[in-house]
């Protein structure tokens, strides 16, 4: 894998472009397949949406965009049409399929519901999920010259295998430390391919070619170098990366006094510079729900709008307001307990799971440790996709909130799953490793605050 | 939270030192024509079969025995026996459009079908070991495969239907499950538990009896088989293992035909999904035999090429997503579980209004105010009416306020066929229901969409680069997308 680095240490931002332009020029050079591995925040979409603008505006070809989701499908559009009004867009969707209102207002955006009525011929860019590209009928258009796969590594192999054939080049875009693709069936019988049907399919496409070529994104827009010092060893061992911003250049102050709480500690140190800290309840086997700590998740973001939080990000200052923060948890149960418990005015606070969370961020992130309150850790709650999307989605601060003994929990239960032949992914392992990792480095830093 | 209602479950059959029920129907399909198979190995010889007892739901079992299964022919010889009387089974299951169904003792015994069937199908020394493989490897290629009646567990038939009091784990060994069941009187279930727990009940024996009862026997065979003794004297030896052996196979025999018996006798009604299960693998099973070429003797692929993983897996998640449904809307205790997980939606109607958006088409709308601690629902979600699936609607917004949600519907299908909704009607939802038809769509959809294989997908060189332009890149072709902002 080429990291773009320079000989001379060039500034975050120039490495940044500098990725941006190496990923342009391989369709100049008509490379076949280009797999670009992105750490969290470094501008994923940006690329897709600028390949496919080359593609379409410079080059003057067709372009299809293959998401996993919907959801991610009217993102990209969105942002195409309002990023470049002057070119056109087609999004492609289920007959039936509720649009977003957000959608409905670009005039160069159309919307494609059957095979027909995407552009037959000619230079154009499509956007749509992978399978509604997978089920569309391929006899009604022109092929494609250029794929991108956007969060590629959320898509399995077998559903790739559906769409590869659709366009003469591809390029798979994703984050390699996220949430690999959920498939819910047993899937024994390949666990020992390297190329299986369930693997993403930007590893599964090495395994089967070794020689594709592999870009990476040097740089987080999103996560702040304190931030990128516990991420990176522990999630993206093989993806070096460093942070946009300049230490210190995006914070967070409280501006008024309130009444004291227990979370106060835990801001004093963030306003301090940390960007990643974890408040630790008293330790309580609690069972998938802790009502404790719910209360605490919402106490944090009470007491931080209660004591005039401000962002400063990006050179603006800003009054933090609900909308600007997010919880993310392990379960659904747990999304359900803090969204019940936010007080009126707080209906903004965006409260998901990992999954959902994934490609989103907010300024202020409040984390439930998916092995709080645990008797055992099992896979799930291992997972070091999880934990990672959970500890990156913010753009200044992240607070963690979990049960005391979550390291010795992981001493204790050290990963038996069973080694698969043939494999040499150990995902649990992996996930324990990362959850060491961090909690050790947290401790380490001094991050670790006690709520009394 | 549905595993909550099973740790309920479990904590009840625990202080009342009984097995409680879980389930409100049959969930498993009980073939009359089905065989009972319990397979004993020798220990150290995962690929064998020691002595083996087959027969038919509630009739007495033919016993097989080998006095020393490391010798290949003999072995052999029990293979293609078993084998023969199969093939005439699967035969007949063809005829009457129907599947053969196979009762194992425990996930145990079935693994060891598994590596006996991984194992045998490949044989290129006997066509007739190679056959036997072959038709275990239908049952065994099934086993992981949702909703399938081809290769059951008694212990997992029993665990769908009933709550011990133990861990999920220990509930693998079938005389431990059938005491907890039927506790025997005057005894303590945990005894009982602890004693049953002394008789093998999977695929290999006790290693005790093996060292000093079963060992000594086979070695008198084998030595009496090198030295050239007469067959009447390897014959007796023979007896003698088999002697040893076939109390154990019996005893296991007899336990799957008592947990057949016994849910048989529950009374539970049949699943209303049932035959829809069972229909499904009879389909399968005229697959496996015509469509995969075992009539034209095409060999089954010991590894899947892209093509057919893309085709299993999309078989495993299609059934996953059907049995599921069936089984979350066809049980009520799954219902129930369904609804504490939050995978049911139950609410009341609210607020049902109709706006009239153009001359002939009017849109219907409503609020369902659900106080259900948990839901799995979000915004642009489809759901459709449990009881009635032609009634679907569209998830606009999702409020959560104190222990309330209030989500608000839009009617996507069935106004008339259900009618309009009015307001204090208590509805569920459900994100779908069984649609036992989906796969063929799917399959043949698979069939075009990887028609021709994609080259992404086939081994070899990746196709040479190929400049979209015969003027050299430009310098700077971030520049030139940054100029059509």
Known sequence: MTVLTAATQPSPAEMADRAVRAVLRTQWDGEPVVRLDSPPGAGKTGVVERLAVQSLGVLGERCMIATMTNEQAFDVARRLASGYPRLDFTLFVRDGLALPDHLMGFGNLAVARRSREVPASGPAVVIANAA???????????????????EAFQLPDHRFQQIAARARRLVLVGDPGQIPPVVACEIERWQADPAGPHVACPKALVARHPTVRRLALPVSRRLVPDTVRFIQPAFYPELPFRALSAPGERRLSTTCPAPASPVDPAIALVERGASLVQLESPPLVSGEVDEDLADTLVALARQLVARGAQVRDSGQVLSLTPGMLGVVCAHVAQVNAVRERLPRGFEDVFVETADRFQGLERPIMLVYHPLSGRADADQFHLDAGRLCVALSRHRVA??????????????????TGERVLGSDEDREYAGWRAQVGIAQRLRAAGRCVPLR | ??????????????????????????????????????????????????????????????????????????????????????????????????YPQLWVSSGAAASHLDVLADRLRYNRLRPDVK?????????????????????????????????????????????????????????????????????????????????????PLVRAYTDAARSGAPTAVLDRHAANVQAALEPVVLRIYAATQRA????????????????????????????????????RGWPLALRDGPKAAAFGLATREDAL??????????????????????RVVVGTVESP????????????????????????????????????????????????????????????????????LAAGMELEFVAGRPNWDAIWRVRGHLKTALAARPWTHTPGALPAPTPVATTPPPADPLALVEALR
């Open chain 1, 132 to 150: 509604r590209w997978s089920w569309s009928d391929a006899t009604q258009f022109a092929p494609f010259d250029l794929q991108v796969v956007d």
């Open chain 1, 398 to 415: 992240c607070f963690v909130v979990g049960r005391a003994g979550i390291e010795e929990l992981l001493l204790r239960y050290a990963p």
């Open chain 2, 1 to 98: 939270m549905s595993t909550n209602l099973d740790l309920l479950a479990r904590l009840l059959a625990y202080r009342d030192g009984r097995a409680q029920r879980r389930a409100s129907h049959c969930q498993v399909a009980i073939h009359p024509e089905a065989r009972v198979v319990c397979p004993l190995a020798m220990a150290g010889e995962d690929t064998t079969i020691h002595i083996v007892a087959c027969g038919p739901i509630g009739g007495p079992p033919r016993v097989l025995c080998v006095p020393d299964p490391r010798k290949r022919d003999p072995q052999f010889d029990l293979f293609a026996r078993l084998g023969a009387d199969w093939a005439r089974w699967f035969e007949g299951c063809r005829r009457a459009g129907t």
């Open chain 2, 131 to 215: 056959r036997f493989g072959e038709l275990l490897s239908y049952a065994t290629g099934r086993l992981p495969i949702a909703g399938q009646q081809a290769l059951i567990t008694a212990t997992g038939a029993l665990a769908r239907h009933w709550a011990t009091g133990q861990q999920a784990g220990e509930d693998e060994h079938l005389g431990a499950v059938l005491a907890w069941i039927e506790p025997p009187a005057g005894v303590p279930v945990m005894e009982a538990v602890a004693a049953a727990e002394l008789e093998p009940m999977g695929a290999k024996t006790d290693p005790a009896f093996d060292e000093h009862t079963l060992e």
């Open chain 2, 260 to 295: 057949i018996a016994v849910l048989q006798a529950a009374g539970l009604p049949p699943l209303l999904d049932l035959p829809a299960l069972e229909a499904r693998e009879a389909a399968e099973f005229e697959s496996f035999v015509r469509v995969l070429g075992r009539d």
């Open chain 2, 321 to 342: 997503q059907t049995a599921g449904a069936a089984v979350l809307l066809g049980d009520r205790v799954a219902r129930a579980g369904g609804r504490l997980a939050g």
């Open chain 2, 353 to 420: 209004a109709s706006v009239r958006v153009a001359p002939y088409r009017v849109v219907h709308r409503f609020e369902l105010v659900s106080r259900q601690p948990v839901l799995h629902v979000r915004v642009r979600d489809e759901l459709c009416r449990a009881d009635d699936g032609r009634l679907r609607v569209l998830v606009e917004r999702v409020q959560r306020r104190g222990a309330e949600t209030r989500l608000s519907l839009r009617l996507v299908t069935g106004q008339r066929a259900v009618g309009l």
